[in-house]
């Protein structure tokens, strides 16, 4: 049970990332500045840690709690507000994949950072609560 309830909380952090407004092509970092560089570094250390949480679940590394919980957080600071305020209006120039569509539909976008803080805290509590693996059947 554990299990499925940490996985369903993986795959809803993944849905979340996967419906946002980026633009369909190759990614790079070529000549970014200001707010689109931080929020690409932003989204970098977001990557990272859904890796990190990735290899924990595949098994391809062993569950390490400390390692789960700082993947947790690292969501946690970088969801929500924390998240919104790296695209203002119109921070689509160089080389950002951002799409106009963020702006377009911004109620939708923070929607979404929110999710991401949501599941990220219900993680952490998951870990805390729960703790030693990721549960039975892993
Ligand atoms: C665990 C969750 C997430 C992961 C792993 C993730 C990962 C990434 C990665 C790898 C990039 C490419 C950045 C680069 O150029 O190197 C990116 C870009 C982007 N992400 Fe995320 N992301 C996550 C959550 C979110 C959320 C919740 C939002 C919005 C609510 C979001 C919005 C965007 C946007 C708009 C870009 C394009 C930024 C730009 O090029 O200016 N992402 N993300």
Do not use: C
């Not at 419906?19 to 070529?30: E, K, P, R, V, Y």
């Not at 990190?52 to 957080?73: R, T």
Request: hydrophobic share 45%.
């Amino acid at each position: 049970m554990r299990t499925t309830t940490r996985m369903a909380l993986i795959a809803g952090i993944l849905a979340t990332a996967s419906s946002m407004g980026l633009q369909q092509h190759a990614f790079g970092h070529d000549g970014a500045t200001g707010v689109v560089k931080q929020r690409m570094e932003m989204m970098g250390n977001l990557g990272g840690a859904m890796k990190a949480l990735g290899h924990m679940i595949s098994g391809k590394v062993p569950f390490d709690a400390g390692a789960a919980e700082k993947a947790a957080a690292v969501l946690r600071t970088h969801s929500g507000g924390d998240l919104t305020e790296l695209f203002p209006q119109g921070s689509v120039k160089g080389t950002s994949e951002a799409h106009e569509r963020i702006w377009d539909e911004w109620a939708e976008f923070e929607q979404l950072a929110d999710d991401l803080e949501l599941y990220a805290d219900a993680l952490a509590v998951s870990l805390q609560r729960e703790g030693g693996g990721w549960g039975a059947a892993a």
